[in-house]
């Protein structure tokens, strides 16, 4: 097999270089890398959540359902948020925590696909002594096609 694209999945790999809660600028677009999806990457994923459904890895198997060909979890914008975006990212500060999202569906991810992001902060409040921002992400396919979309919560590190 090969290896799939690398991205650094150690979150406290250059954490110095974050951006923290003064840097992040509602409004702002986050920078981000576009990010080729693989095969491999797909496989490395579904081993890591346990998912085992053939639709991921049989290509004979898939061409028979209604997406005619592999596709990709739709639970991979995980993967895909870290693979888009540069190591300073705020979204990937250690002490992170999630604190809800919600996302949308819309045309799967499929291999071969070159993932690209549009994120930004949209707002950013104390609340109880914890700071938190709510972020929105749009994950497109190379075709301009939207992939899934969704607004998070975070709490960021002090």
Same mark, same amino acid.
């Given at each position: 097999?090969? /290896?799939?694209?690398?991205?650094?999945?150690?979150? #406290?790999?250059?954490?110095?270089?974050?951006?923290?809660?003064? /840097?992040?600028?509602?409004?702002?677009?986050?920078?981000? =890398?576009?990010? %080729?999806?693989?095969?491999?990457? $797909?496989?490395?994923?579904?081993?890591?959540?346990?998912?085992?459904?053939?639709?991921? *890895? +049989?290509?004979?198997?898939?061409?028979?359902?209604?997406?005619?060909?592999?596709?990709?979890?739709?639970?991979?914008? =995980?993967?895909?948020?870290?693979? !888009? %975006?540069?190591?300073?990212? #705020?979204?990937?500060?250690?002490? %992170?925590? @999630?604190?809800?999202?919600? #996302?949308?569906?819309?045309?799967?991810?499929?291999?071969?696909?070159? $993932?690209?992001? /549009?994120?930004?902060?949209? +707002?950013?409040?104390?609340?109880?002594?914890?700071?938190?921002?709510?972020?929105? @992400?749009? *994950?497109? @396919?190379?075709?301009? /096609?939207?992939? !899934?979309?969704?607004?998070? #919560?975070? =709490?960021?590190?002090?």
């Amino acid at each position: 097999m090969a /290896e799939a694209q690398a991205f650094e999945t150690d979150f #406290w790999k250059d954490a110095q270089s974050r951006k923290g809660w003064d /840097e992040i600028v509602p409004g702002e677009p986050r920078r981000t =890398i576009p990010y %080729t999806l693989t095969h491999e990457a $797909i496989a490395l994923y579904c081993r890591s959540v346990g998912e085992t459904h053939p639709l991921y *890895f +049989d290509e004979a198997y898939a061409k028979t359902t209604r997406y005619g060909g592999l596709i990709a979890p739709p639970s991979i914008h =995980i993967m895909l948020m870290f693979a !888009c %975006t540069p190591a300073d990212d #705020w979204m990937r500060s250690p002490g %992170t925590v @999630n604190a809800g999202q919600s #996302w949308s569906y819309n045309v799967p991810a499929r291999p071969g696909d070159v $993932i690209r992001l /549009e994120a930004r902060a949209l +707002d950013k409040f104390i609340k109880r002594e914890r700071l938190f921002v709510v972020h929105d @992400n749009v *994950f497109f @396919n190379q075709a301009g /096609e939207v992939i !899934c979309s969704g607004r998070g #919560w975070t =709490i960021r590190p002090i």
